[in-house]
């Protein structure tokens, strides 16, 4: 009842009954803006190999039990349309008879497709470019159409995590995760540890790993860090951080404020090197997911001091997921002349009538540097990426339709530079961000 009021107030400026008696949606917009084919920012896209697990540096399957928000949840009666879209779904609940004949469905048009499937996805949702969060690109998933964005929590945490993974059962989940991915980087630089120096470490693993990656076609590279620790990441002196390294690279618990000092001296050396090698950097900023999940350690503002830093006005950041219930905070950084957003996961968690209003916030002052974005992954059995995909984006556009809509009737903005706007959300600003030379 709160949202829908809201929407409404929002949307009528003021006058309910002027909304009650108009859609929130103009016809000829929302039939423009379905012809937008879209770029998505962030997806976790499966490849066509069997069992598929590098869709994510942080899988949240092996932690302890928690409840899934009512719309991403597999039984979600919403999702029928989805079924009916992309598998020609033909009944009105998902009664274990009807199960069958879906997973027949989900199976038969895996097949047909075979490795083409991620790309008929796209076609059947209109999407052009998907940004793929994944460990490693593999078949079904290349360019053009999807293009590499890869994770590195895993080089900012080179001493041992022993100490830090005791602090929650999540925790103790996730941090042997990111040790596991580590060591894939240094297998792949042909090493069996790190280095005892700082500078060695950053010379002959961090830097060449992100050499690596970019050369292998990656965009951006993504930082999960808020599963792990809060976004504070302070200034800290290489002097110190040089001193924390030495001291436990061989072995040894180093104590939590040394290693977060540690943590942040990388994760600014990262960031100005994925800028410097033309990556953007991503970063995780949402309520969830995880039963122990520190919802506010992902607010935006922590990033502040990062985004300040004159070192790193070479490196474009994007707060993935648009901060979710910090979604203000979001906004309020793009005020830096090097930030973006996106509305990824929100676009799954929230129904159109309560994400239009955080988008025409958004819209109202930095249309320039909002970005579409799925989260797209598997939500469960017969229920993939894909139906992931399709939840986003029939909601983004429904959103965006409401938001400029109201912006329309309100007299801020024409009819024109609402399309504009629209083209601007869902393709064009991501293909200048990322330079993708669209069709």
Known sequence: MRHALLATLVLGGGAPVVARAQSPVDSA?????????????????????????????????????????????PNNLELLAGYKELYGYQYTDLSDAHRADLHAAV??????????????VLDKIGVEVMLANRIAMGPGVAPPRFRWVSYVDALMLPLSTTAERAATPDYRVLYPLEGRL??????????????????AYLRTVVTPTLERQRQNGCVAVKFEAAYLRALDFDEASEVSARAVYARYAAGGLPPHAQYKALQDFLFRYIAREAGRLGMAVHIHSLEGGGGFYRAAGSDPLLLESAFNDSTLRGTSFVIIHGGGIFASHAGAMLWKPNVWLDMSAMDQLLPPATLAPVLRGWLEQYPDKVLY????????????WELGAWLAETTARRALGIALTGMMRDREITRARAEEIATMVLRTNAAKLYKLPLQ
């Open 29 to 73: 917009l929302a039939a423009f803006i379905a012809t937008i084919r879209a770029v998505d920012n962030h997806t976790h896209v499966n490849t066509t190999v069997p069992r598929d697990s590098e869709f994510d540096a942080l899988p949240l399957d092996g932690l302890p039990p928690f409840a899934l928000p009512t719309r991403i949840d």
């Open 373 to 384: 974005g799925s989260d797209a992954f598997t939500l469960g059995p017969d229920a993939g």
């Open 182 to 199: 580590l060591r894939r980087y240094l297998t792949d630089l042909h090493m069996t540890k790190v280095p005892p120096t700082l500078a």
């Open 107 to 120: 199976e038969r048009v895996a097949r047909e497709q075979g490795e083409r499937f991620p790309e008929w």
